[in-house]
């Protein structure tokens, strides 16, 4: 049975849309497990979800989740692969007639069932509860824990409040948010020994206040690594991205000492995205955020190391060694690097928008801002896919949303499917051949001023929302002279070094450039950083695992 620590915070949840069997199997659990665990009972998968996010938000652990198999709107494996994202380390098990067997055994491998029993279960004692007591078991002895909370006091209008509540959701670290104004703030601020002149505060789970802490400070005390385990891997992936984590994935799988090292938080900008709808695999889409952590998690199943919060600036050639030099001055070393760094959306150039950059005006996403939104009027700059996602995400709440495009039309930049949702959204409005002019506002975005491009007519409009996607500029600066890149900034790799049929002038092998390699043997490129790549997630992700083929190969001829 449970530890008595965990009695009254563990829990065995059960779902059935049919109350008679829902009570049933609730009667049978309380009767057997009632005095160590909590039983949970739900009659649809969808206020099964609802109760497990709670359970999350309050710290709450939950050790086995029976869903049954039949269910209207959503059925019970649709329901556990959900489920997965909230509690991964939970056991599930499905409840079917004999005659959805085959869906069960499929089951296994769409959300790692642990195993499915056949209804009725009678009696119990026999059918029922030697496979929980098994389950229970194999719980027990899996690394879990309640779910510690962060706090986080801050202004509302504070760029870096802004970006260190971004930085703790897209880690996946979950916090409370505590305005300054507010009581509860004000009380945690006097208890920390701070005023308003220390924001932001963060207040970590073990009690300790953090004044205005640096992402890699928060990052140590949150409990995310930070420091390599080793001095020398075999690969070393920087950036993590779905190029990274793909790399990662395939890596580790593959027995390298693989360690990932990302600036900030792993997902880049597709774990930004509220909702990928053409990801292969995903038919009523997934959000970035979920894709990203079952990515991060199936890295760290396999064994690779993820680093986050650490800046990359320098990469050295010594001998067959590839150095990796970090801002603090520490290295490591491997015999073969990726490069996923990725891209960043590029700046809007108009005055005083740098001044409001975090009140009010937001690169990408900002998911963590889109409760603020709620009965406002948001704009939106921008015509690709990103864009797209954001004003459907926004418009669930926002009183209107209005995208500003440069060009004449959506369809250059913008994919079919999402333009159409775009359109028929009732709450969101396209402006064509308009561009920002202006942000105004004193310490938060008050108005903008809007240009037509083709009649040059103006017009000022109130605004306290605008978020911006105007293309990306890749995050490669760093490289300097050691890898070639094009006058863009995106590195060239494979053929593009031998457009005259001939290696670059400073090659020394005897074969030419793998298809994903720079002009540096062993280090490769995947990704949105190489030049002419397609701007994909499922490409960037194939780019992840063929970069791995290469590296393999790279070590075989070493």
Not at 7 to 31: F, K, Q
Not at 78 to 99: G, I, K
Not at 352 to 370: K, M, P, R, W
Not at 409 to 419: D, Q, T
């Amino acid at each position: 049975m449970a530890q008595a620590s965990d009695a009254s915070r563990t829990i065995i949840l059960t779902v059935d849309d049919d109350p008679g069997v829902s009570r049933s199997v609730a009667r049978d659990l309380r009767r057997r497990y009632g005095e160590t665990y909590r039983i949970v009972r739900a009659e649809s998968g969808q206020s099964a979800l609802d109760a497990l996010r709670e359970l999350k938000l309050r710290g709450d652990l939950v050790a086995v989740i029976l869903a049954d198999y039949r269910m209207p709107q959503m059925n019970g494996i649709e329901f556990l692969e959900q489920a997965l994202d909230v509690y991964p380390e939970a056991r599930r098990v499905l409840l079917t007639a004999y005659a959805d067997t085959n869906a069960a055994i499929d089951a296994i491998n769409v959300v790692d069932l642990d195993h499915y029993l056949l209804k009725p279960w009678d009696p119990p004692e026999e059918k029922l509860y030697p496979v929980l007591d098994d389950l229970l078991e194999t719980w027990r002895h899996t690394e879990h824990r309640a779910v510690p909370v962060t706090k986080v006091v801050g202004h509302r209008w504070s760029a870096r409040s802004s970006e260190l509540r971004e930085f703790l959701a897209r880690n996946q670290v979950p916090y409370r948010w505590y305005s300054s104004d507010e009581p509860e703030g004000r009380r945690l601020l006097s208890a920390a020994g701070a005023d308003d002149l220390q924001l932001p505060l963060v207040i970590t789970p073990d009690g300790t206040p953090l004044t205005t802490p640096d992402e890699q400070d928060l990052a140590t005390r949150v409990g995310l690594a930070t420091t390599p385990a080793a001095d020398f891997y075999d690969l070393v992936i920087i950036g993590g991205g779905p190029a990274g984590l793909g790399s990662a994935v395939y890596g580790a799988s593959e027995g390298l000492r693989t360690v990932l090292v990302e600036r900030s938080a792993t997902g880049g900008q597709a774990g930004q995205s509220s909702r990928i709808e053409n990801y292969l695999g995903f038919p009523d889409g997934v959000s970035g955020a979920q894709l990203t952590d079952r990515a991060r998690r199936q890295a760290a199943k396999f064994g690779a190391e993820i680093l986050t919060a650490r800046q990359v600036t320098g990469l050295e050639i010594n001998g067959a060694a590839r150095t990796v030099r970090f801002s603090d001055g520490s290295a490591i070393a491997a015999h073969s690097v990726i490069l996923a760094t990725g891209v960043t959306y590029r700046q809007l150039d108009a005055p005083g928008v740098a001044d409001l950059t975090g009140c009010g005006v937001f690169y990408g996403s900002s998911l963590t801002e889109a409760p603020a939104c709620q009965g406002h009027d948001v704009y939106i700059v921008g015509g690709a896919n990103s864009a797209g996602q954001a004003a459907m995400y926004l418009a669930r709440g926002a009183k209107s949303v209005t995208i500003l495009v440069r060009g004449s039309s959506l369809s250059a930049s913008m994919s079919h499917y999402l333009i159409q949702q775009v359109v028929d959204a009732p709450t969101i409005s396209v402006r064509t051949t308009t561009v920002v002019e202006a942000a105004h506002g004193s310490d938060h975005l008050e108005q903008l001023t809007l240009r037509d491009t083709t009649t040059g007519h103006t017009e000022l409009v109130d605004a306290q929302w605008l978020f911006v996607f105007i293309g990306a500029a890749p995050l490669t600066d760093w490289l300097g002279g050691t890898v070639l890149r094009d006058s863009r900034g995106f590195i060239l790799t494979g053929p593009d070094l031998t457009p005259d049929g001939h290696p670059p002038a400073d090659w020394e092998l005897d074969r030419p450039p793998y298809h994903l390699e720079t002009n540096v043997p062993g280090v490769f490129v995947a990704g949105d950083a190489r030049a002419e790549s397609a701007k994909r997630v499922a490409s960037a992700v194939g780019e992840g695992a063929m970069a791995v083929m290469l590296v393999h190969r790279y070590l075989e001829q070493s």
